[in-house]
């Protein structure tokens, strides 16, 4: 059996702690041997909940002395590219927690460097890592709804009930926006996947809740053109008071189409709901569908080559096995750059009042 990959988590707040389980379960693939972050305090307990006994506050000592072949970066959008150019030049495989920049020149950045080091470089985008995102590309890929014609996209969240007044997220220049690259970022990411690259955007972004600050927005409707003809829309809210929704998508193809419904006890922690799928493969013989709507049944999850419903796990075993392997993520940085232009394009559309060709980002 191979040697566990051994990493070094930068940033134990939120998102490291939700990352902590994989690492807690499958130590023989993923071995945590040393744990940052600024607060000296917050870094010790993480430590002592993971049994790990490094422990540092300067990312660039542990680096250096750290018994690691990879990191794990979980910190503020603003610490992302120094954070990822100094493992790449220390030669460590990169884990990146989305989103992967705030700027196009920064993205480029770290693909640079992580590229000239030869180091896998992989963006935790998570929900790709689902049994229900699997078996929704599966069935694309096989053809079940025919062309794709159309997609849309819900974002919306009360982030005040986590996010107050001063939390970073609510900081354009720290966080690089709002929601859309906050929160957003997940579905335009999960479309991408599923239907290939954007073209071209427009969009149209408000700043409602006055925590939002340095242009952070929390409102935002978009509209999307796939390379292959379709067309979308993508609409968020960071900051609503109350909502019927809150993630999903719904895709339409020429033969078919399928939805994402709201989160069950079961599919809580894959995040959105389970798809809902209509097409003539599932009609029942002989008998015509009940309306104009269809006859939608639930599409099985497919865990083949995953390791359970947690997205964090799945993707963190997924970077260990590419570490090893040397294969491209599934979320690979230079994948991840159509999803971060989608994003930066539509807060251009924003600013320009016009409609933007990604391909000049």
């Not at 890592?129 to 699997?134: A, D, G, I, K, R």
């Not at 694309?140 to 982030?159: F, H, V």
């Not at 993630?247 to 599919?267: H, N, R, S, V």
């Not at 963190?316 to 090893?324: M, N, S, W, Y």
Request: glycine fraction near 10%; charge should be negative.
């Amino acid at each position: 059996m191979p040697e566990p990959l051994k990493v070094g988590l930068i940033g134990t707040g939120r998102m490291g702690r939700a990352h902590l389980p994989a690492y807690q379960q499958f130590p023989d693939k993923v071995r945590l041997t040393a744990v940052c972050d600024i607060y000296e305090d917050v870094a010790q307990q993480y430590a002592k909940d993971a049994g790990v006994d490094k422990v540092y506050t300067d990312a660039t000592k542990m680096l250096s002395e750290a018994d690691i072949d990879a990191v794990d970066i979980c910190t503020i959008h603003d610490q992302h590219l120094p954070h990822v150019v100094a493992a790449a030049e220390a030669g460590k495989h990169v884990l990146l927690e989305k989103a992967m920049g705030r700027t196009m020149d920064e993205c480029r950045q770290m693909l640079e460097a992580t590229n000239t080091a030869g180091v896998t470089f992989m963006v935790a985008q998570d929900i790709r890592y689902t049994p229900n995102s699997q078996a929704v590309k599966r069935l694309i890929q096989e053809g079940e709804l025919g062309t794709i014609q159309a997609a849309r996209c819900d974002s919306i969240i009360n982030s005040k009930m986590s996010d107050p007044p001063g939390h970073w997220m609510n900081d354009g220049e720290r966080a690089g926006g709002g929601v859309l690259i906050t929160l957003t970022i997940h579905m335009i990411d999960l479309l991408r996947y599923f239907i290939g690259d954007i073209r071209r955007v427009s969009g149209v972004c408000k700043s409602v809740w006055p925590a939002m600050v340095n242009g952070a927005e929390d409102y935002a409707c978009a509209t999307l053109e796939f390379e292959n003809g379709a067309i979308g829309t993508a609409f968020s809210i960071f900051t609503v008071s109350r909502s019927p929704v809150a993630i999903q998508y719904q895709i339409f193809g020429e033969d078919g189409a399928l939805y994402t419904g709201p989160p069950t006890l079961e599919t809580i922690m894959q995040q959105v709901g389970p798809p809902m799928v209509s097409s003539p493969k599932r009609d029942e013989p002989g008998v015509e569908p009940v309306n104009r709507y269809g006859n939608f049944v639930q599409l099985e999850p497919l865990s083949e080559g995953l390791v359970g419903d947690n997205p964090f796990t799945n993707e963190i075993l997924h970077f260990a096995e590419c570490c090893r392997t040397g294969k491209e993520p599934i979320s690979s940085g230079r994948d991840n750059l159509g999803t971060i232009k989608t994003i930066l394009g539509i807060y251009e559309s924003n600013r320009t009042g016009k409609t933007v060709d990604l391909a000049t980002l």
